[in-house]
């Protein structure tokens, strides 16, 4: 069982308002990455990191902001939240050190903007 | 750039039907290849892996194997059951300090009784 949690599952919330997804995990890891997903299922990833204070932007652009402040958290913050971003977020780590191993993922939030 | 082009669904099969879903891959170097797959309203799980060519990933029936000919994984299952309905995903990691998985569109499968 992948040790990678995401709060919170569902969240509801109004236009204009600011929201942090949280992403934690407990393996160690130092990559950890945030993929948005559509209706039709397609992954895009928008945020990524390969350890603490390194923070990229991923293929798909976004207007969210990530941090990497300690390993183990790697939230997601949207200032001002639309109705564009209503989608599936899903968080996954990988470890650098050996290289070609899985991903993990943790359950997703699914934010609804309204 | 790396790539992944995986059958489009949906794909509807009877319970004890054969599966293959089609997965092939443009990537420099040797990667790895993945299945990964999401049940409803959870996020992905790894299903199975292969890192090199003529590799056989397999688990819980399921079997796919790394074809550098034909830069192929394609995934089967010779019995499926109503438990395997789910999104499987095709996805491959080219390695190196920078890498990072590069995904399918997903097949969604649905298993009838």
């Known amino acids: 069982e992948a040790d990678i949690y995401q709060t919170p599952r569902y969240l509801v919330i109004g236009t204009g308002k600011k929201i942090t997804l949280e992403c934690s995990q407990t393996m160690g890891h130092d990559k950890m990455y945030w993929y948005q997903q559509d209706p039709g299922m397609e992954l895009h990833l928008i945020h990524y990191s390969y350890g603490v204070n390194s923070t990229e932007k991923g293929d798909l652009s976004s207007e969210s902001t990530v941090s990497r402040i300690r390993t183990e958290h790697f939230p997601l913050t949207l200032e001002s939240a639309r109705p564009s971003h209503t989608s599936q977020y899903l968080c996954?780590?990988?470890?650098?050190?050996?290289?070609?191993?899985?991903?993990?993922f943790g359950q997703g939030t699914r934010l609804t903007v309204v | 750039g790396n790539s992944v082009t995986q059958m489009e669904g949906p794909v509807t099969l009877s319970e004890e039907a054969f599966l293959t879903i089609n997965c092939t891959y443009t990537a420099t170097g040797y990667p790895s290849l993945f299945w990964y797959v999401q049940y409803p309203g959870e996020g992905l799980q790894l299903l199975l892996k292969a890192t090199k060519a003529d590799d056989k990933g397999s688990n819980k029936g399921f079997e796919a194997t790394y074809r550098k000919e034909t830069t192929s994984f394609h995934l089967e299952k010779g019995s499926v059951q109503v438990s395997d309905s789910a999104v499987y995903f095709c996805?491959?990691?080219?390695?190196?300090?920078?890498?990072?998985?590069?995904f399918g569109k997903g097949t969604l499968l649905t298993v009838n009784p």
């Open positions: 996954a780590s990988s470890d650098s050190y050996w290289e070609n191993t899985e991903a993990f």
């Open positions: 996805a491959l990691d080219s390695g190196g300090s920078n890498y990072k998985l590069t």
